[in-house]
């Protein structure tokens, strides 16, 4: 049986576009929410899944509609495949239920991850070259290292009470509580 599954991220947004390309390609069922990819928790994709039979594909209009990042993507295609079922997606042309798909689809699986890897590393080289120029990133702190001294002079010397040392500062209780002791 060929099940569709349609999602948007929000109420205001539409179906309909999703739910027509998936008719065409001829799903028989729908399964459709109206939450973030980003959720772990979709009401109808856990249902689609739980009755998803040997034999069965999962169509979507585009990858995305069914997960938000490559690791979501890859998890719910195995729980797809875990249950005997294929997984095709229109608009990039996969289709896990053939062995050609199949390779298209972990090759394209790949290539996301080793741009993610990258980026993650372009990241982290921007961040060493500009620590090395004297930069920090970050919020900056919430208390100078003065006002830290005084807090610390109240909270240790005065006794005052942190919720009073915090609405003196301005600051949360737990900006209070972090000021280390000398």
């Known amino acids: 049986m060929l099940i ?9 947004q539409h179906l309909d576009a999703q739910l027509d390309a998936l008719k065409e390609a001829g799903a028989v069922r729908i399964f459709a929410d109206r939450i973030s990819g980003a959720k772990r928790h979709r009401p109808e994709l856990n249902r689609m899944l739980d009755q998803l ?11 995305d509609r069914l997960a938000r990042s490559l690791r979501d993507l890859l998890e719910v295609v195995e729980a797809i495949g875990a249950r005997g079922a ?16 199949r390779l298209v689809f972990h090759v394209f699986a790949s290539i996301a991850q080793f741009e993610r890897e990258r980026i993650s590393e372009r990241t982290r080289e921007g961040l060493a070259a500009a ?6 990133g970050g919020r900056p702190p919430a ?8 807090v610390r002079r109240m909270r240790d010397e005065e006794q005052r009470s942190l919720p009073e040392i915090a609405q003196l500062f301005r600051v949360s209780v737990k900006t209070v509580r972090r000021v280390p002791q000398i």
């Open 86 to 101: 294929g997984f095709r997606s229109l608009a990039e042309d996969i289709d896990t239920t053939t062995p050609a798909g």
């Open 53 to 63: 039979r040997e034999g069965d594909v999962v169509m979507v209009s585009k990858y």
């Open 131 to 136: 620590r090395k120029r004297g930069r920090v």
């Open 4 to 12: 569709g599954y349609a999602r948007v991220s929000t109420e205001d």
């Open 143 to 150: 208390l100078s290292p003065a006002q830290q001294a005084e």
